[in-house]
C-alpha cells in the first residue's frame, strides 16, 4: 500500500542518515576496504531513496487523478488501466467494470469507516484474483512502458484538468485483457443498507471476444 511504501521511504532516510554519521565520526579509523563498501551502501541506499520517492509520487498521482474523476463523473462504468509504450497499443491491459443497483447517491460524500474498510477489501480480492490468473507476470517485451489511465464516462461532462477526450478508443485487438466486473449495492438513504458498498459479485472475465467495444467515450 502506499502507507507502506511511505515507511518504508522514511527508513531509507534514516539509514542514510545513519551511514553519514558513521562515516563521518569514523572516518579515520576505517581500512580503505570498510570505506569502499560504506560508500557503496551509501550509494544503493540513495538509489532505493529515488526509486521509492519516484513510485510514491506515480502513485499519488494516480491516486489523486482517479479521485478526480469519481468526484466529477457520479457514475464511472470503466476504468482502464495499460501498460506499455503507447494506450493504443499496449502489452497489458487491465478493465474493471461497474455495475450499479439502485439509486447511486449524487455528489461528493465522506466515506464512513465501514466503507473503507470494505473498499480494502474489495482491492485485496481484485489483486489476488488479477494474480492467481497470471498479471504481472514478466514476458518478452523489452521496449518502453509506461501506466496509462483511462475511465469511460458520457461525452457531455466538463473534463478535469490533466484528462483528454479520446473518442471511440479502441487497443489492439492482440491484446487479451484482464477484467473485472464489479457489482454495487445502494441502498436509501433513510436505510441501513445504504453502508452497502461494491459488494461480493465480482467475476473475472479472461475472454478476448469483443475486448475493444467500439463508441467508448474514454478520458
Given at each position: 500500500?502506499?502507507?507502506?511504501?511511505?515507511?518504508?521511504?522514511?527508513?531509507?532516510?534514516l539509514?542514510q542518515?545513519?551511514?553519514?554519521?558513521?562515516?563521518?565520526?569514523?572516518?579515520?579509523?576505517?581500512?580503505?576496504?570498510?570505506?569502499?563498501?560504506?560508500?557503496?551502501?551509501?550509494?544503493?541506499?540513495?538509489?532505493?531513496?529515488?526509486?521509492?520517492?519516484?513510485?510514491?509520487?506515480?502513485?499519488?498521482?494516480?491516486?489523486?487523478?482517479?479521485?478526480?474523476?469519481?468526484?466529477?463523473?457520479?457514475?464511472?462504468?470503466?476504468?482502464?488501466?495499460?501498460?506499455?509504450a503507447?494506450?493504443?497499443?499496449?502489452?497489458?491491459?487491465?478493465?474493471?467494470?461497474?455495475?450499479?443497483?439502485?439509486?447511486?447517491p449524487?455528489?461528493?460524500?465522506?466515506?464512513?469507516?465501514?466503507?473503507?474498510?470494505?473498499?480494502?477489501?474489495?482491492?485485496?480480492?481484485?489483486?489476488?484474483?488479477?494474480?492467481?490468473?497470471?498479471?504481472?507476470?514478466?514476458?518478452?517485451?523489452?521496449?518502453?512502458?509506461?501506466?496509462?489511465?483511462?475511465?469511460?464516462?458520457?461525452?457531455?461532462?466538463?473534463?478535469?484538468?490533466?484528462?483528454?477526450?479520446?473518442?471511440?478508443?479502441?487497443?489492439?485487438?492482440?491484446?487479451?485483457?484482464?477484467?473485472?466486473?464489479?457489482?454495487?449495492?445502494y441502498?436509501?438513504?433513510?436505510?441501513?443498507?445504504?453502508?452497502?458498498?461494491?459488494?461480493?459479485?465480482?467475476?473475472?472475465?479472461?475472454?478476448?471476444?469483443?475486448?475493444?467495444?467500439?463508441?467508448?467515450?474514454?478520458?
Amino acid at each position: 500500500t502506499l502507507q507502506q511504501l511511505e515507511t518504508e521511504f522514511k527508513n531509507l532516510k534514516l539509514e542514510q542518515e545513519r551511514i553519514v554519521c558513521e562515516s563521518t565520526e569514523t572516518e579515520t579509523q576505517f581500512k580503505m576496504a570498510s570505506q569502499r563498501k560504506l560508500i557503496g551502501k551509501l550509494r544503493e541506499t540513495k538509489r532505493g531513496i529515488k526509486k521509492s520517492e519516484k513510485l510514491i509520487t506515480t502513485i499519488s498521482n494516480l491516486l489523486l487523478a482517479v479521485q478526480t474523476m469519481v468526484y466529477k463523473v457520479p457514475e464511472v462504468q470503466i476504468v482502464l488501466l495499460a501498460l506499455g509504450a503507447s494506450p493504443t497499443r499496449p502489452q497489458h491491459v487491465y478493465e474493471i467494470h461497474f455495475a450499479n443497483k439502485g439509486s447511486v447517491p449524487l455528489g461528493v460524500q465522506k466515506p464512513s469507516a465501514g466503507k473503507k474498510a470494505r473498499a480494502d477489501v474489495l482491492s485485496k480480492k481484485i489483486i489476488r484474483a488479477l494474480i492467481s490468473n497470471g498479471a504481472g507476470c514478466a514476458g518478452s517485451y523489452s521496449g518502453p512502458t509506461k501506466l496509462f489511465l483511462l475511465i469511460k464516462a458520457p461525452a457531455s461532462i466538463s473534463l478535469p484538468e490533466a484528462f483528454l477526450p479520446k473518442r471511440d478508443f479502441t487497443y489492439s485487438r492482440k491484446v487479451n485483457p484482464f477484467r473485472v466486473h464489479i457489482t454495487s449495492c445502494y441502498g436509501n438513504e433513510e436505510d441501513d443498507r445504504s453502508n452497502q458498498f461494491y459488494q461480493a459479485d465480482m467475476t473475472i472475465d479472461m475472454d478476448s471476444q469483443n475486448a475493444n467495444p467500439h463508441s467508448n467515450d474514454i478520458i
